[in-house]
């Protein structure tokens, strides 16, 4: 199977897929959209820890600006 996909251009796969039904499209949709949102997903997490690595900060200067937002 892999080796079938492997050598199918982008355009016979789209005329395989238009030949699916409309609930076969559907549940395609979902496992492609599941797919790319899975890798939007772990490539955003990985950009969020890059940048606390880079910006730490300490529960004591979470704290001060806390009660700076209190204060006012």
Same mark, same amino acid.
């Given at each position: 199977?892999?080796? #079938?996909?492997?050598?199918?251009k ?5 005329? @395989?897929? &238009?030949?699916? +039904? %409309? ?5 395609? #949709? ?10 939007? @997903?772990? &490539?955003?997490? +990985? %950009? ?25």
């Open positions: 199977m892999v080796k #079938l996909v492997n050598n199918l982008f355009r016979q796969i789209f005329i @395989l897929v &238009k030949q699916l +039904s %409309r609930r076969d499209k559907l549940r395609l #949709l979902k496992e492609l959209e599941q797919e790319t949102w899975s890798e939007k @997903l772990d &490539k955003t997490v +990985s %950009r969020i820890r890059d940048r606390a690595q880079e910006n730490k900060i300490t529960d004591s200067d979470i704290d001060k600006i806390v009660e700076e937002v209190r204060v006012g």
